[in-house]
């Protein structure tokens, strides 16, 4: 099978008829094919949505919803093919796909259907001489590129915004999972969605990608993805000003004081730990434990972690699915080998786990837990992005705070203490943006959601989401003096 573009409402083949091949995680076995577009597609895909812009952002916000809303109701109605695609593009258990994955992507476009039509603005009265008020417009074509961990539920987050608020956009998901993104533009086509709102060009990202970023009638790119590629698309959007949303890698710290209740904390922290084989940007990679608990902590999350199943995505009972690629498992691995180096002991894991003869060439690893790692060591602080945590023993919280804090990434952090006190000063001395107190990815999408230091730049969610995806004009209205 071949998966097309979609520009303008058609479906079309790459002009230069170029074709990446995308492989099924769980058995390594190539399950179709997706565009390889180069520049020429990107213009294509930009021409459209420049030409769709003027009407879909005079549409009334309200007319903008419903669509969304159909769209929100049709992937409802189709969740369980949906998940099915996403969990043998992306390796994910489909129990995992089916119950947060696709829902969530349900939701992204019901919340920000609500938000618009609720959207309020201010109004300034500069006493006795002037009214200020906010206007606001969209802002044009919107790049939204998007990575393969969470594949529909992250480019839906940047598309039911961008869209909300009258935008046009041109989407860039991963090559490597691009078949949701595919099924979604039929989604479209049936919630009556006019052509050339929502444009879906597939490819590399140093080819298809990069020549969205530097694309000079695209004046707002969403990215959200690796750090490294970040820098890259500073730097070539640099010389057009563009609008830049960048939500970036993290390296999570979960810090556990002895008081946390560890019958609640320690499911939760597997769970925080080996969600989605541990590619999810908020899981926690490295738990700091308080010392009267470490060697009871130890026991009984290695035993838990131990229990956890690996192998077939689609087999309901399966907790861990493969790895996104070889590649990847690859890099994973490297850093359980640099573990030993620095003085690591692998305790849990660290093995490809034997799996049914018809999935050896799938890309799967055992959870995996190493102790005896200084913070300050590249595995505790560079982001390997896979099932692999550190657990390290700290005595006050200042040293666990600084631990925290040891790493360029400031993504999100878990603090477990039944001291109410010190959760919220332990959480506002973490450099990092998203902060859990006794549970795990629990998310309003109300919140403002985003990283500091390495892990990103701007904050999306609720508001903040509206406000990135438009520009904002104060009018000034001056009053002269009647009475
Ligand atoms: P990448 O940075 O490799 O890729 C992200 C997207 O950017 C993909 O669509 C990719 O295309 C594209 N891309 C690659 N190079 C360029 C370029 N030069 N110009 C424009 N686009 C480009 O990230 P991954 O896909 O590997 O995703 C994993 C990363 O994402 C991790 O670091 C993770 O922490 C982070 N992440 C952050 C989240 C957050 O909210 N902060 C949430 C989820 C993930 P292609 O894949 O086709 O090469």
């Known amino acids: ?46 021409a459209a949505a420049g030409s769709a812009f003027p009407d879909w952002a005079a549409t009334p916000a309200g007319e903008r919803a419903a669509v969304l809303n159909r769209i929100a109701d049709l992937l409802e109605q189709k969740l369980e093919l949906f998940a099915e695609a996403e969990s043998s593009d992306q390796g994910k ?17 019901r919340f920000f259907a609500g938000a618009v039509i609720h959207q309020e603005d201010a109004v300034h009265m500069t006493e006795g001489s002037a009214l200020n008020y906010t206007h606001r417009k969209p802002v044009g074509v919107a790049g939204l590129i998007s990575p393969w961990n969470l594949p529909l539920y992250l480019l839906t987050w940047k598309i039911a915004p961008a869209l909300a608020v009258g935008n046009t956009a041109v989407c860039k998901p991963s090559e490597l999972t691009s ?24 490819g590399a990202g140093p080819q298809a990608g990069a020549a969205l970023v ?46 946390a209740d560890l019958d609640n904390c320690i499911p939760t922290t597997v769970r925080s730990s080996f969600a989605n084989q541990g590619e999810i940007c908020l899981c926690g990679s490295r738990i700091f434990v308080q010392r009267p608990v ?45 573990a030993g180096r620095e003085g690591g002991t692998v305790i849990l894991g660290g093995n490809r786990p034997g799996v049914d003869p018809d999935l050896r060439g799938g890309y799967y690893l ?9 913070p300050s060591c590249r595995v505790m602080t560079e982001e390997i992005f896979g099932p692999v945590v550190t657990v390290t023993p700290f005595d006050t919280a200042q040293e666990a705070v600084a631990y925290a804090n040891m790493t360029r990434y400031g993504l999100s952090g878990t603090v477990w203490t039944t001291d109410l006190n010190r959760g919220h000063q332990v959480a506002q001395a973490m450099d990092a943006g998203v902060i859990w107190v006794n549970t795990w990815l629990l998310r309003d999408l109300r919140t403002p959601f985003g990283g500091m230091k390495a892990s990103g730049v701007g904050r999306e969610g609720g508001k903040h989401s509206l406000d990135f995806y438009t520009e904002t004009q104060n009018i000034c209205i001056k009053q002269e003096p009647l009475f």
């Open 214 to 259: 530097a694309h000079p009638d695209v004046p707002l790119i969403s990215f959200t993805g690796g750090t490294a590629t970040a820098t890259s698309i500073i730097r070539d959007s640099a010389p057009y000003f563009k609008k830049l949303g960048l939500e970036l890698g993290g390296k999570n710290a979960n810090i556990i004081f002895a008081d």
């Open 179 to 202: 078949l949701t993104a595919y099924m979604l533009t039929e989604v479209f086509d049936e919630a009556g969605l006019p052509p050339g709102v929502c444009n879906m060009v597939f």
């Open 366 to 374: 055992e959870p995996t837990v190493i102790t005896g790692l200084t």
């Open 294 to 338: 470490y060697e009871e902590f130890l026991e009984r999350f290695t035993q838990a972690a131990g229990e956890l199943v690996v192998g077939d995505p689609k087999d309901p009972d399966t907790n861990l699915g493969a790895l996104v690629s070889a590649a990847h498992r690859d890099k994973v691995e490297s850093y359980i080998s640099l």
């Open 93 to 109: 258990p489909v129990s995992l796909a089916r119950g947060v994955d696709i829902p969530r992507a349900c939701t992204n476009f």
């Open 1 to 46: 099978m071949k998966l097309a573009n979609y520009i303008g409402g058609r479906r079309v083949d790459p002009v230069e008829d170029q074709w990446l091949d995308s492989y099924n995680p769980s058995t390594g076995e190539v399950s179709h094919q997706v565009p390889s577009s180069t520049a020429v597609d990107v213009d294509n895909a930009v």
